[in-house]
């Protein structure tokens, strides 16, 4: 009788002890998603990509503006769906998805043909969240 009222005593501390991890891995899991969105500066993160395409694209003085606003726009909106990344992912996926073709469908009334097939040459691999690029693509 005591082995079983023993074994019970620990079984439910084992319970309980895995409980409180799941927790905790959720309560990390939000953490990192809360710090990921307030990371997402969006006007730094378009200057910084703009240092990259203007260079990259040879963009002219006129193009500059018309690709900057759309950057902007697109990041903006992005911004606004970062946090599915880690709570949704498919769902992450399915409107940035339609926000980069609404980008992609800007860009190819700014910029020249070769242009545009640069711009998308120049999608990395894998995504790399310290490569400001590769916040456009993924």
């Known amino acids: 009788m005591k082995r079983t009222i023993v074994t019970l005593i620990i ?43 203007s260079p990259g694209l040879k963009l002219t003085a006129a193009q500059k503006p018309g690709v900057t606003d759309a950057v902007t726009n697109y990041l903006t909106s992005k911004s606004q769906i970062i946090n599915l990344q880690q709570s949704a992912p498919a769902s992450y996926t399915q409107k940035q998805s339609s926000l ?15 242009q545009l097939q640069k711009f998308m040459g120049m999608k990395p691999k894998t995504n790399n969240p310290l490569d400001s690029i590769s916040q456009l693509f993924f």
Do not use: E, P, R, Y
């Open 11 to 53: 079984l439910a501390g084992l319970m309980i002890s895995k409980s409180s991890h799941a927790q905790v891995g959720d309560l990390l899991n939000k953490a990192k998603s809360v710090a990921t969105a307030q990371g997402f500066d969006v006007s730094s993160l378009a200057s910084s990509i703009m240092g990259k395409l």
């Open 100 to 114: 980069f073709a609404t980008l992609k469908s800007k860009l190819a009334g700014i910029l020249l043909k070769s």
